[in-house]
């Protein structure tokens, strides 16, 4: 299926710019897909860059994490997305300059060589591509496509993702509710679920969780939130809690808050890791680095603000962090990479 969607327009063999070209930027994660597309702009530094973007179109589809979908499906949603994109901005593939897609479940470089090999049979062999995990995605999204410093996404799961100026890249986190990302949506809720179960059965001490979830999820007894979870236990279902515990923790309940304390300890420790493995702080450990903030977890609420207390805790060890809540959405941010990796390949062209 090589070159399958150039129906027939030109494609610039010599990888040729002109003022049609685009470049498309792909934030692909467990609930939906989303693309951008770009126009090509000058390749200039991050300092320059336009405000506001331009965005010629943006398409959204379901999700296209393999893990969760299948590799037929994941395929089939990056290509609708990335058609869709293009479509909207009235361009076609082979004005296509560069793709940057930013995939959750990309976990390892066979992942990625096989997205990789897929998006040849897609693209004319002049186009620029790369995969990587949506996290990279996101840290972008918050750096403007810099790529240094660590970004802690927490919603549904949480992850955490750095990379250091010299390109070394770490991770912490991010491997799912049964290996224990407690400090993400599903684990607070999670817990909270645990903590009503153990106050009905006489293992815990009573908590206004009980009352606050029961109403929530429209159920007279703790008996049966057993049927209630195991009904459909997917992540995003149960994580979608999170809102009764932040509320019972405001009202006073030492068990929530107790909940919450724990998720901001996990979240920051995932962090720091990162942190440390990369020597984002310096020599001694004073140097300033972007933390950016990404997911429902990490927004403010009236009285328990969990992203402020995980900076907090993390200033405790390394007072050079300053948190970025992104302007722009990781899609955008991919397309920023994209473009980034254009300019220093064109660098080191220009510079052989």
Known sequence: MKNSHLNGDEVHENGGCDGDDVVL??????????????????????????????????AVAGSSNHNSVGESASKETLEKVMSEALSKSG??????????????GVNHPTDQER???????????????????????????????????????????????????DGREARAAGAGPVLGDWGSGYGIAAQALTAVVRAHDGRGPQTALTDRILKALSLSSPDELIGWTYADPSWARIAALVPDVVSCAESGDQIAHKILVDA?????????AVVQRLSLCGADGNDSFPVVMVGGVLEANKGWDIGKEVINCIHKRYPGAYPIRPEVEPAVGAALLAWNFLMKESERHHNS
């Open 115 to 165: 997205i990789l090999h897929w998006l040849r049979e897609i693209f004319p062999s002049h186009v620029k591509l790369y995969v990587h995990n949506d996290a990279l995605a996101a840290l972008a999204s918050g750096t403007m496509g810099k790529l240094h410093g660590c970004v802690l996404i927490a919603g549904t799961g949480s992850i955490s993702y750095g990379f250091s100026k």
């Open 25 to 58: 930027g792909v934030d692909g994660g467990t609930t939906s897909t989303v693309c951008v597309c770009v126009p090509l702009l000058p390749l200039i530094s991050n300092q320059n860059l336009p405000n506001p973007l331009p965005i010629l179109a943006r």
């Open 91 to 104: 361009s076609n593939w082979s004005a296509v300059r560069a793709v940057c897609l930013g995939v959750s």
């Open 264 to 272: 901001v300890q996990e979240l920051a420790l995932s962090v720091k």
